[in-house]
C-alpha cells in the first residue's frame, strides 16, 4: 500500500478561452496522470481527455484491486503500453475524424506501487521531486529547445527565453507509434511529488516552485499557491498541478 495523498488541480489561466489540459488521480490504484492538449476548435481537449481516460482505464484492469501488484519491471511494461495503446487511440480517431485531425497531447504517468514511482512521459510536462527541501525535476522535455540545450547550442536560461520553449518533439496521437520513457524512482518518506504543465513551469522558476511547496498545509492548499502565482504572474497558458505525498497531519520530513 503506497498511503500517499493525491491532488489534482487545473485551471484554463487568465488568457485562454477553453482549457486544453487534464488530470486525473486514482488514489486506489497509486495512480496520477496530467496531459496537455493541443489541436484546433477543441480537439486537444479531446486528445488530453482521451489520454487520461484510456491509461487509467487501461492500469485498473491491468493491475485490479484485491489482487497481489507484480513487481516493478512488469509495473514498468504495463505503463509503457498502457500509454502506447492510448497513443494508438488517439492518433486513430485523429485519422477518422476530420474535425480532430492533428490534434495530440503531452502525458505524463505516475504510478507509485511498492517503495517506488514508476513514471512515463512525452512531450514537455513534468515530474518533480521535492525531498528535503530540494526541488529536482525528474522528467526531461521531449522539446526542441531541451535538444539544443543537450546540445550545447542553449544554456539552459537562454532556453527559458526561447520563443519556440513551448514546440515538442514528441506528443501522443502524432504518428501511430511514439516512443515512451519510463523510468523507476525509489520513494522516501516526505517526499512531495509535482506533476505539472507547461503553463506552471512557463511563469514560475525552480526557486518559486520549490518555496510553495514546502508551505505548510495539505497538498490542496499548496496546489492552490501554485495556480494562484502562475495566473498571478499572468497565467499566459492553462496550468496544471497534480501533487503527490503524505496525507495531511502526517510527519512531513520534506519540509525539515
Ligand atoms: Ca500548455
Not at 476530420?98 to 503531452?106: D, E, L, Q, V
Not at 542553449?154 to 514546440?167: S, V
Not at 520513457?181 to 518518506?189: F, G, N, R, W, Y
Amino acid at each position: 500500500m503506497h498511503g500517499l495523498a493525491f491532488h489534482a488541480r487545473t485551471d484554463r489561466g487568465m488568457v485562454r478561452d477553453n482549457n486544453e489540459d487534464a488530470v486525473l488521480c486514482d488514489p486506489v490504484l497509486g495512480l496520477a496522470v496530467l496531459a496537455d492538449g493541443m489541436g484546433g476548435y477543441q480537439a486537444g481537449e479531446v486528445a488530453s481527455a482521451m489520454a487520461t481516460v484510456h491509461i487509467a482505464a487501461e492500469l485498473a484492469q491491468a493491475l485490479p484491486a484485491g489482487v497481489a501488484l507484480p513487481g516493478v519491471p512488469v509495473l514498468e511494461q504495463r505503463v509503457r503500453s498502457a500509454t502506447e495503446n492510448a497513443n494508438r487511440a488517439i492518433w486513430q480517431a485523429a485519422t477518422d475524424h476530420a474535425g480532430y485531425s492533428g490534434m495530440g497531447t503531452t502525458v505524463v504517468v505516475a504510478l507509485y506501487a511498492h517503495d517506488t514511482l514508476v513514471l512515463a512521459h512525452v512531450g514537455d510536462s513534468r515530474a518533480y521531486r521535492l525531498r528535503q527541501g530540494q526541488l529536482q525535476q525528474v522528467t526531461r522535455d521531449h522539446s526542441y529547445v531541451q535538444e539544443q540545450v543537450d546540445a550545447g547550442l542553449l544554456t539552459p536560461t537562454q532556453a527559458l527565453a526561447a520563443p519556440n520553449r513551448n514546440l515538442v518533439t514528441r506528443a501522443l496521437g502524432v504518428e501511430n507509434r511514439v516512443t515512451v520513457d519510463v523510468a523507476s524512482h525509489a520513494l522516501a518518506a516526505g517526499d512531495v511529488w509535482l506533476l505539472c504543465t507547461d503553463g506552471l513551469t512557463d511563469m514560475l522558476t525552480d526557486a518559486d516552485m520549490a518555496a510553495l511547496l514546502a508551505l505548510p498545509g495539505n497538498l490542496a492548499h499548496r496546489a492552490n499557491a501554485l495556480v494562484d502565482a502562475a495566473n498571478a504572474r499572468g497565467g499566459r497558458d492553462n496550468i496544471s498541478v497534480i501533487l503527490v505525498g503524505p496525507h495531511a497531519g502526517h510527519a512531513d520530513p520534506a519540509l525539515l
